[in-house]
């Protein structure tokens, strides 16, 4: 993974990272909070931007639970070796973006809320390396425990699904996701 990042070839690491056959939408714009932006200023004297409100399907800055808005910086700008820093004018520090307006229900703020916290620890934390039966065995335990596994040990998909659904709520689950996804789910 390193050794990709540290190619030339860009499209490496989207590739081994999963990027690339995944559903979750790719941000547009790099992403800011109106808070941090403003802590940073008072404090630094200068914006910059923050790893965790990069995050694909992120929609809350962990720190201070305030929805992240859009920069005018694109993610993917026609110039690969260009660097640009957060400043007030392109983060609009002023206020008056355009997903100010956005409003979400209760239940699926806390849900970002939720997502948000564990991104953070995740981004913060150390954890070893496992080998990815580990992580296939931690499930099937979990599932285990839901009755969400046959006797003869097949997960029961239809069920799982349907209660992942119900767990997150279609919005919060469509935000990041294509609505296709959600749609398959359910007919599944
Ligand atoms: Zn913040």
């Known amino acids: 993974m390193i050794e990709s990042m540290k190619g030339n070839k860009g499209e490496d690491i989207y590739n081994r990272t999963g990027i690339m056959a995944s559903s979750i939408s790719e941000n547009r714009y790099l992403k800011y909070c109106l808070v941090c932006a403003n802590e940073d200023k008072k404090e630094y004297g200068e914006l910059f931007w923050h790893r965790v409100h990069q995050i694909p399907c992120l929609q809350i800055c962990p720190k201070h639970k305030t929805l992240l808005l859009d920069s005018e910086v694109l993610v993917h700008s026609g110039n690969k070796h260009e660097f640009i820093g957060a400043t007030n004018e ?28 564990n991104v ?67 007919e599944k």
């Not at 520090?93 to 239940?107: L, R």
């Not at 070893?128 to 046959?150: A, C, D, H, I």
Request: hydrophobic share 35%.
């Open 120 to 186: 953070e620890k995740l981004l913060k934390n150390k954890y070893s390396n496992r080998p990815l039966n580990w992580f296939q065995e931690q499930y099937v335990t979990k599932l285990k425990e839901m009755g969400l596994v046959n006797i003869n040990g097949k997960v029961k998909y239809k069920e799982l699904l349907n209660s992942f659904i119900e767990y997150h709520g279609k919005e919060f689950l469509e935000l990041g996701y294509n609505k296709e996804i959600t749609s398959q789910f359910s």
């Open 90 to 117: 392109n983060c609009c520090i002023t206020g008056g973006n355009i997903n100010n307006s956005i409003s979400y229900q209760q239940k699926v703020l806390d849900r970002m809320i939720v997502l948000a916290n």
